[in-house]
């Protein structure tokens, strides 16, 4: 594992120095980009693929899974209902039409594997996070979680420089600008980096609605688990069960309903609501998670292969522009009807 987790290490390094020199880049866009340059760079390609790859792997998953529970202590149950009902109700509604809507799509298209799935999650919930908690659940192939990532965070930073320049235009206050990003960005810093250009209450709106997004992983995770188990009671015995989980004839082991990780981040929600924790260690936490976030991301985006990733280019942007513009639409409408 130590030739990819040095690897993995040394490009946190680099992302962190490519969003100090260019602070609109966010440091787990820049770890993904990073990531996949690694992967098709002569020189570095033969380690990418070799020693490296158990290494990155485990970045990919395992310090992914750390990074969702800490993320948990980004939002507490008062934040939530500070929204009011009808913002909550609005967020709802823009998840629940850009899941099930991009992954109808995705499966029309013909994409292969769960790439609708995890597209689908990560638009609709908090991007590469999500689709990663996602893929846990789904035992999903690493090329799948690799091009869903790839696809997600291309979006989220190119609503970064978009999402501003419509800012006025859509006729928007700063609060109103807050919530449709918050609302319509998939990607926490990706969030931050679009509505800090209307200002500091159009960044809180933001956060908030954002955070509203990310407490529903949990329950999704839970309804993904759900799907499994049904598909593996339904499937002859030593069959996969469509799952990508395989089989070998013998009893396959249940997912649990509520994954080790889901539940630290519920608990982490739970424990930032009590207001225990001092401002020291939120920071702390923030800084470990984003870490975190920025090793695995960047594990994700080795795993990356452009040449195959092109064989599916086109109908991988089609859906990516569907889902886009369905929940921007989608909000920028949840906004000015909850204003």
């Given at each position: 594992m130590l030739p990819g987790l040095a690897l993995?290490?040394?490009?946190?390094?680099?992302?962190?120095?490519?969003?100090?020199?260019?602070?609109?880049?966010?440091?787990?866009?820049?770890?993904v980009v990073l990531g996949i340059l690694a992967a098709h760079v002569p020189l570095v390609r033969p380690l990418v693929r070799g020693a490296a790859r158990p290494g990155l792997s485990l970045a990919g998953k395992r310090l992914m899974r750390l990074g969702v529970v800490l993320l948990g202590l980004k939002l507490s149950v008062g934040d939530v209902l500070g929204l009011g009902w009808a913002t909550v109700a609005m967020v709802v509604v823009v998840v629940a039409t850009t899941f099930f809507g991009t992954q109808w799509l995705g499966r029309r298209l013909g994409l292969p594997g769960d790439q609708p799935l995890l597209i689908a999650t990560g638009y609709s919930i908090c991007g590469a996070s999500a689709i990663c908690a996602v893929s846990e659940v789904r035992r999903s192939e690493e090329r799948d979680v690799a091009a869903s990532v790839a696809l997600v965070t291309l979006c989220g930073t190119l609503a970064i420089a978009l999402l501003p320049?419509?800012?006025?235009?859509?006729?928007?206050?700063?609060?109103?600008?807050?919530?449709?990003?918050?609302?319509?960005?998939?990607?926490?810093?990706?969030?931050?980096?679009?509505?800090?250009?209307?200002?500091?209450h159009a960044l809180g709106q933001a956060v908030l609605v954002k955070l509203m997004r990310v407490a529903l992983l949990a329950p999704?995770?839970?309804?993904?688990?759900?799907?499994?188990?049904?598909?593996?009671?339904?499937?002859?015995?030593?069959?996969?069960?469509?799952?990508?989980?395989?089989?070998?004839?013998?009893?396959?082991?249940?997912?649990?309903?509520?994954?080790?990780?889901?539940?630290?981040?519920?608990?982490?929600?739970?424990?930032?609501?009590?207001?225990?924790?001092p401002a020291g260690a939120l920071e702390a936490a923030h800084t470990a998670q984003e870490l975190?976030?920025?090793?695995?991301?960047?594990?994700?985006?080795?795993?990356?292969?452009?040449?195959?990733?092109?064989?599916?280019?086109?109908?991988?942007?089609?859906?990516?522009?569907?889902?886009?513009?369905?929940?921007?639409?989608?909000?920028?409408?949840g906004v000015l009807l909850t204003a």
């Open positions: 993995a290490a040394l490009g946190v390094a680099a992302a962190v120095a490519v969003h100090m020199l260019l602070p609109p880049v966010p440091m787990l866009t820049a770890a320049l419509l800012h006025h235009p859509l006729g928007l206050d700063d609060g109103q600008f807050g919530r449709w990003v918050g609302a319509g960005v998939h990607d926490v810093g990706q969030v931050v980096a679009a509505a800090q250009t209307a200002g500091p999704l995770v839970a309804a993904v688990v759900l799907s499994v188990r049904a598909r593996r009671a339904a499937a002859p015995a030593g069959g996969s069960g469509g799952d990508g989980s395989g089989g070998d004839g013998g009893e396959v082991r249940r997912p649990p309903l509520v994954p080790l990780f889901v539940a630290g981040f519920v608990l982490a929600v739970a424990l930032r609501t009590t207001g225990w924790l975190l976030l920025a090793a695995a991301l960047f594990g994700l985006g080795s795993a990356v292969h452009l040449p195959t990733l092109a064989r599916t280019g086109g109908r991988v942007a089609a859906l990516g522009l569907f889902s886009w513009v369905v929940i921007a639409g989608v909000s920028y409408g």
